[in-house]
């Protein structure tokens, strides 16, 4: 049985908000967890998201919202990094303080939607790519 990794993102309150651009042969980050909320685009790939206790297919198009302190790692299907080298996994990686937006949380109504949504993100959230959108 594989460790699950306690990730230790390099992000504070006075830098509460990290994304960056990803090119890979395949996903190789293991088992982990972090205390920020990470929204991961996935612009081309597709393979199986573990994320707590479910398993289910991501592909192209799909973007993912992970909790703080919620297991979950991303497998390439095989293709990738073991089949044809012109093939990479691609995309945008977000991560965030859990607390990034409390402020507005607390005062201003108009987020009451996304609070909703941070919370239910503590299980992980799929949202599949819909035709027409995402390219």
């Known amino acids: 049985m594989k460790k699950m990794v306690n990730e230790?993102?390099?992000i504070s309150e006075?830098?509460?908000i990290k994304a960056q651009y990803y090119d890979y042969e395949r996903f190789t980050y293991p088992w982990h967890f972090h205390s920020q909320y990470e929204i991961i685009y996935v612009q081309a790939s597709h393979g199986t998201c573990f994320v707590g206790d479910c398993i289910q297919k991501y592909s192209a198009g799909d973007v993912i919202l992970f909790g703080p302190n919620l297991p979950h790692y991303m497998r390439s299907?095989?293709?990738?990094?073991?089949?044809?080298a012109s093939?990479?996994?691609q995309g945008t990686i977000i991560q965030f303080e859990a607390n990034f937006m409390q402020y507005s949380f607390c005062h201003y109504h108009q987020f009451h939607s996304i609070r909703q949504l941070?919370?239910?993100?503590?299980?992980?959230?799929?949202?599949?790519?819909?035709?027409?959108w995402g390219g």
């Open 87 to 89: 093939l990479r996994v």
């Open 8 to 10: 230790q993102l390099q």
């Open 118 to 132: 941070l919370e239910e993100s503590k299980r992980g959230i799929l949202f599949p790519r819909q035709n027409g």
């Open 77 to 84: 299907d095989d293709v990738y990094g073991f089949g044809d």
């Open 14 to 16: 006075s830098n509460p």
